[in-house]
């Protein structure tokens, strides 16, 4: 029986959010599970930082600045994380 400890999980779940990130309709109105946002509160920290992130991946610059300072920051450490840990599995396999 396969172990599936050896999926890398976490790798999977960065990869997928970015992509999740990468079609969000920033621009437009979404689907959100942010309790602030279902209250009709307009910012928000969490949805504010993910828009953000959304933006930067496109290339605009400055509406992601808008929409939340930090997106350049988080975005990076996600991609340093999803380095590191393709890294991580190459290593592995490659050394046993």
Known sequence: MKDIRKFPVELAFWIFALAILWNLDSHGSHFSLCPL?????????GCGLGRSVSHLMRGEFAASWEKHPLAAYGLSVILYRIFQLTKQIIKKHKYG
Not at 37 to 45: E, F, L, S, T
């Open 37 to 45: 946002y279902q209250a009709g509160v307009d910012w928000c920290p």
